[in-house]
């Protein structure tokens, strides 16, 4: 996964609108910057503020990042 540039521009209407898309994109952003990065689900999710998450409520929090272009899915390539 990619954080964008851009999902830095709509943060605040999000965090209003979308809470738990707010606090996944923050906390990515907050590990890993704008660089590409492994996203381990099953380990970020029970980690989150508040106790674990289900599986409905952060991917649901994923796929409506992604489908904003907030973040991004990056094929993996061997080196």
């Given at each position: 996964?990619?954080?964008?540039?851009?999902?830095?521009?709509?943060?605040?209407?999000?965090?209003?609108?979308?809470?738990?898309?707010?606090?996944?994109?923050?906390?990515?952003?907050?590990?890993?910057?704008?660089?590409?990065?492994?996203?381990?689900?099953?380990?970020?999710?029970?980690?989150?503020?508040?106790g674990s998450?289900?599986?409905?409520?952060?991917?649901?929090?994923l796929s409506?990042?992604?489908?904003?272009?907030?973040?991004?899915?990056?094929?993996?390539?061997?080196?």
């Amino acid at each position: 996964m990619k954080i964008t540039p851009d999902a830095v521009l709509f943060t605040e209407e999000l965090r209003l609108r979308d809470p738990d898309a707010f606090v996944l994109l923050e906390l990515c952003h907050f590990d890993h910057g704008e660089s590409v990065f492994e996203l381990r689900g099953d380990e970020m999710r029970r980690d989150m503020p508040g106790g674990s998450w289900s599986d409905e409520r952060f991917f649901g929090a994923l796929s409506r990042l992604i489908a904003k272009g907030a973040m991004i899915a990056v094929r993996e390539t061997l080196q």
